[in-house]
């Protein structure tokens, strides 16, 4: 997984899952969903990301057990 904040754009892009998107869907306003050939979610896009996410230039990973 890989997280990528774009102040320039004010987007914060999830990569779930390397691979080229076949769809995109925008789930929520401003909340942008890609998809795999599978329908298998591959990405999130959050855009205006600044108002919609605290602290989007950190990040915390936890995996909990």
């Known amino acids: 997984m890989k ?3 774009d102040p320039k ?3 914060l892009t999830l ?6 998107v076949a769809e995109s869907d925008e789930g929520k ?3 942008i969903l890609d ?6 979610l591959i ?3 959050v ?11 950190t990040m915390q990973f ?4």
């Open 3 to 5: 997280a990528t904040y």
């Open 9 to 11: 754009t004010d987007t």
């Open 15 to 20: 990569l779930l899952k390397p691979g080229p």
């Open 29 to 31: 306003p401003g909340v």
């Open 35 to 40: 998809y795999d050939a599978d329908e298998n």
């Open 43 to 45: 990405g999130i896009e």
């Open 47 to 57: 855009l205006d990301a600044s108002r919609r996410v605290a602290e989007a230039r």
């Open 62 to 65: 936890e995996v909990v057990e």
